[in-house]
């Protein structure tokens, strides 16, 4: 957990708009909003009978918009969609991503589509949607609003096993820290950063999303968990590249030779 405090975030009136919620994190997220008393949720992602899956769960509870993050224009619309439908949104939490598993060795030469919307989902997309959003949540009807952008442990380890992926966290991660500078005199819209867990270090993925929705209803500005919490913390430059090693040979992940 972080020594960073902001004030503690009303989770019973809040109207969080979480992209990616129809699955995984995000919705353990979103399980994790209504436990704690919050009545509406606002969901996104790209297959749509997994945001109606999740709908149907909680009737009446969880909206949805079929929307890529990956898609300048989806975003847009998304703006217009939640402001047309949903004023009383006061919570972005950029929580879509993607991971590609692709180590050095074994990318291709080409700039293919999958690469370039590894870096367009995972940083553009946050980018651009907390620009879309400051406007919209400065004016929440709430006395609070939030950013949240759900970044990794990868953002302070380099990945060997995938680089690119850790690039972007990593990315995602400085924006963050710039916003947050940025907003702290609104007194609106304190941010919130780093979700962590790493994919295969076998959190579980509820608890992982209870110690960070109640970090965030507790005042934390940075929530961490399991190693990425421990990793958030290390400014030494020796014990992130041994980290970064230790990782890479976990995940056995091969060398150029
Ligand atoms: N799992 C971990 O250990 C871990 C650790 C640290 C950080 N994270 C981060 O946590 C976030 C969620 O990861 P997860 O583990 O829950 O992954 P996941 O199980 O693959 O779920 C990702 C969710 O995001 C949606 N999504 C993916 N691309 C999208 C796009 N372009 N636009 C809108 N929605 C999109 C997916 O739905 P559709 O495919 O239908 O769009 C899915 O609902 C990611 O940002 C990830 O980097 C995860």
Redesign the pocket.
């Known amino acids: 957990m972080s020594s960073l405090k902001t004030d503690p975030f009303d989770i019973t009136t809040s109207v969080p708009l979480i ?10 997220l979103l399980e994790q909003f209504l436990r704690l008393g919050c009545t509406k949720v606002l969901i ?4 749509e009978h ?2 109606k899956q999740a709908a149907a769960k909680y009737p009446n509870k969880v909206h949805y918009l079929v ?4 898609s300048a224009s989806d975003r847009e619309a998304l703006l217009r969609w939640v402001t047309e439908n949903h004023p009383d949104c006061n919570a972005l939490i950029n ?5 590609r598993r692709v180590p050095l060795v074994e990318e291709t030469t080409e700039w293919t589509a999958d690469r370039a ?1 590894e870096i367009e ?2 940083l553009s ?1 946050p980018i651009h949607l907390c620009s879309l959003f400051i406007p919209f949540l400065l004016k929440a009807p709430q006395k609070q609003a939030m950013i949240a952008n ?5 953002a302070f380890t380099p990945f060997v096993g995938g680089p690119t ?1 850790a690039a972007t ?1 990593a990315g995602l991660h400085s924006y963050t820290m710039a916003l947050r500078w940025t907003l702290e005199d609104t007194g609106k819209l304190p941010t919130k950063s780093n ?5 295969d ?1 076998g ?1 579980e ?1 509820e608890d992982v999303c209870k110690t960070v929705v109640e970090g965030v209803a507790n005042s934390m500005l940075e929530v961490g968990y399991g190693m ?1 919490d421990k990793w958030r913390l290390v400014g030494d430059r020796d014990a992130v590249e041994a980290n970064m090693h230790g990782v890479g040979e976990w995940v056995h992940v091969p060398k150029w030779s």
């Open positions: 992209t990616g919620g129809g699955s995984g994190i995000g919705f353990g996104t992602g790209r297959r997994i945001l929307s890529d993050a990956g929580n879509a991503g993607i991971q919307a989902i995972n997309g759900v970044s990794s442990g990868l992926y966290k979700l962590g867990g790493g994919h270090f959190e993925c990425a």
